[in-house]
T-cell receptor, first 113, second 113 residues
Framework: DVKVTQSSRYLVKRTGEKVFLECVQD?????MFWYRQDPGLGLRLIYF???????EKGDIPEGYSVSREKKERFSLILESASTNQTSMYLC????????????FGPGTRLTVL | AQSVTQLGSHVSVSEGALVLLRCNYS??????LFWYVQYPNQGLQLLLK??????LVKGINGFEAEFKKSETSFHLTKPSAHMSDAAEYFC???????????FGPGTSLSVIP
């Protein structure tokens, strides 16, 4: 059974803290994605990676960075957390190719106080 | 750039009634289209996808969607709603470069007993 796991389901951090969100997939997928989900806005792409050490900015990369040192792991980093980064963060992975679906993790609900 | 609109952020139906969730896309080339479902406190999972093999696409849990090029639509239907169908539904279109997926804002489906 395919699996995408995220390091935490719920996370509470303080403004200015550095935050790491980890995502691991066990399907040998080339592509990995980080989204944030906010009510009424759907999913917005923060960053994605199509290979190890490769990354591309999505639609809302400001305030975030990513790291992909191994194929199965994709990390999202909030260098200095702010209250407007309170959100649900979803990780996904997929094979390369037009019809390939994305597989999602359960999400991390981050609250920045 | 491609985009997706979903008419109605919230839809309520009675148990046993027809479910119709609307999706329109903008694309200058033949699109790759998807419907995903998100149950409470879970990540997204694929319901169905349009691969150009047939305009009527059948998915899991009795859902289907019809691709209409002339209307640039990909509406999701189910003949008879079940309580377990209560969830958030996202229509999505894939960009051909880098396997990026553009998600609509989502429609929350409530099923009334």
């Amino acid at each position: 059974d395919v699996k995408v796991t995220q390091s935490s389901r719920y996370l509470v951090k303080r403004t200015g803290e550095k935050v790491f969100l980890e995502c691991v997939q066990d399907m040998d997928h080339e592509n990995m994605f980080w989204y944030r989900q906010d009510p009424g806005l759907g999913l917005r792409l923060i960053y994605f990676s199509y290979d190890v050490k490769m990354k591309e900015k999505g639609d809302i990369p400001e305030g975030y960075s990513v790291s992909r040192e191994k194929k199965e792991r994709f990390s999202l980093i909030l260098e200095s957390a702010s209250t407007n980064q309170t959100s649900m963060y979803l990780c996904a992975s997929s094979l390369t190719g037009a019809y390939n679906e994305q597989f999602f993790g359960p999400g991390t609900r981050l609250t920045v106080l | 750039a491609q985009s997706v609109t979903q008419l109605g952020s919230h839809v309520s139906v009675s148990e046993g009634a027809l479910v119709l969730l609307r999706c329109n896309y903008s694309s200058s080339v033949p699109p790759y289209l998807f419907w995903y479902v998100q149950y409470p406190n879970q990540g997204l999972q694929l319901l169905l996808k349009y691969t150009s093999a047939a305009t009527l696409v059948k998915g899991i849990n009795g859902f289907e969607a019809e691709f209409k090029k002339s209307e640039t639509s990909f509406h999701l239907t189910k003949p008879s709603a079940h309580m377990s169908d209560a969830a958030e539904y996202f229509c999505a279109v894939m960009e051909t470069s880098y396997d990026k997926v553009i998600f609509g804002p989502g429609t929350s489906l409530s099923v009334i007993p």
